[in-house]
């Protein structure tokens, strides 16, 4: 292959993945927000046609993100949007509470000025996303919150691991931010975390970060209630 060739093939190459990867990220973000539902059927060439794109870069977008847990094969029935079983959401909620917590109690003692304030200045957009009634923003708002809370812990590994698992169950975090009173309860949750690292008490920001994730007593039943009946028989 002459070199004219060679670099022909390295731009088609480079070009194809990164449509792969702009394609991962939509479809992520539309799992993330619920326009693809937890159990939905994706078709490579039905993805192919919607977006414009050859099979080759809708092969590599469906393998990143059966890499990281969000859709899932199913044999003959094909490709589908992770769903996940009831016991399986609560363990990953209750492992992400753990996470969320750690992640609070380093912050608490190794958070800047600088990082704590930008926590209270991103609250405080989210307080007008909650008085404007937009659940939507609200959830984008909150995520920008909580990844300020890992970059105050000053960790890496344990800040992964968190954000790998936020993205597998977003889903379901989007729905119980629908709750009724979710919001307003998220808000005052909120506000325990950020004066517990603002007191620099690790512990008290452990509890209040991890009870703010945790899924709970009448919480816990009104979300279940909340999902589709099939999730009662995925495994």
């Known amino acids: 292959m002459n070199q004219d060739a060679v670099r022909i093939s390295s731009v088609v190459a480079t070009r194809q993945a990164t449509r792969s990867d702009e ?9 993330l927000d619920g326009r693809l539902a937890p159990g939905e059927r994706l078709d490579e060439m039905e993805l192919s046609r919607r977006f414009g794109l050859s099979r080759t870069p809708v092969r590599e977008a469906i393998k990143s993100l059966l890499a990281i847990g969000l859709i899932e094969t199913r044999g003959r029935q094909g490709t589908h949007v992770a769903l996940l079983s009831i016991p399986a959401i609560i363990e990953m909620f209750d492992v ?19 990082e704590r304030a930008a926590m209270r200045a991103v609250h405080e957009e989210l307080v007008k996303a909650y008085e404007a009634g937009d659940p939507v923003n609200f959830y984008k708002i909150n995520q920008q ?26 889903a379901y975090r989007l729905r119980a931010t629908y709750q009724p009173g979710r919001m307003l309860g998220t808000l005052a949750e909120h506000v325990r975390i950020m004066d517990s690292i603002d007191a620099g008490d690790p512990d008290a920001a452990q509890k209040a970060a991890s009870d703010h994730v945790q899924l709970l007593g009448d919480q816990l039943t009104d979300f279940i209630s909340s999902l589709p009946p099939r999730l009662n028989l995925s495994q």
């Not at 394609?23 to 799992?31: G, Q």
């Not at 992400?96 to 600088?114: F, I, N, Q, V, Y």
């Not at 909580?146 to 000053?154: G, V």
């Open 96 to 114: 992400m509470a753990s996470l969320e917590g750690l992640c609070a109690k380093l912050a608490a003692r190794r958070a800047t000025p600088t």
């Open 23 to 31: 394609l991962r990220d939509h479809l992520e973000e539309m799992i």
């Open 145 to 170: 919150f909580h990844d300020l809370l890992y970059e105050a812990a000053h960790t890496h590994f344990i800040a992964e691991q968190t954000i790998q698992l936020r993205r597998r169950i977003g």
